[in-house]
């Protein structure tokens, strides 16, 4: 059975204008599809791309460090989608045992107020 959507209720953070190509691979079986990281937050990610991405569990995503030579690869599902001027936006679920405070996007993450 699947999970009803919820939206992320956690804040998210844009990736900022110069960072804004942050490249998202994200791998089917048959194919390997490209776009780049729109905003994040601890428990997913907006991917924004010029194709649309189908909808469920892909094999692998990797999200490149555009200033470093970091990669990251997880597992996710891909849950929602939207088109707006020509581009696509797909959010996107992370797995549980990913820890984005392990990566290079803790940088786009702010400081929670205490």
């Keep these: 059975m699947q999970k009803p959507l919820v939206p992320r209720r956690e804040?998210?953070?844009?990736?900022p204008f110069f960072q804004i190509l942050i490249k998202v691979d994200v791998y089917f079986p048959d194919q390997c599809l490209t776009g780049h990281l729109w905003d994040v937050s601890r428990s997913g990610a907006c991917i924004r791309s010029f194709k649309p991405l189908p909808m469920g569990t892909p094999n692998q995503i990797r999200i490149h460090d555009p200033v470093d030579l970091e990669i990251i690869e997880t597992n996710?599902?891909?849950?929602?989608a939207n088109q707006l001027r020509g581009a696509h936006y797909t959010g996107l679920r992370?797995?549980?045992?990913?820890?984005?405070?392990?990566?290079?996007?803790?940088?786009?993450?702010?400081?929670?107020?205490?």
């Design 76 to 80: 996710g599902e891909l849950i929602w």
């Design 94 to 114: 992370f797995e549980d045992s990913f820890d984005i405070t392990k990566t290079f996007l803790r940088l786009l993450l702010k400081a929670q107020p205490s």
């Design 11 to 15: 804040p998210r953070f844009s990736a």
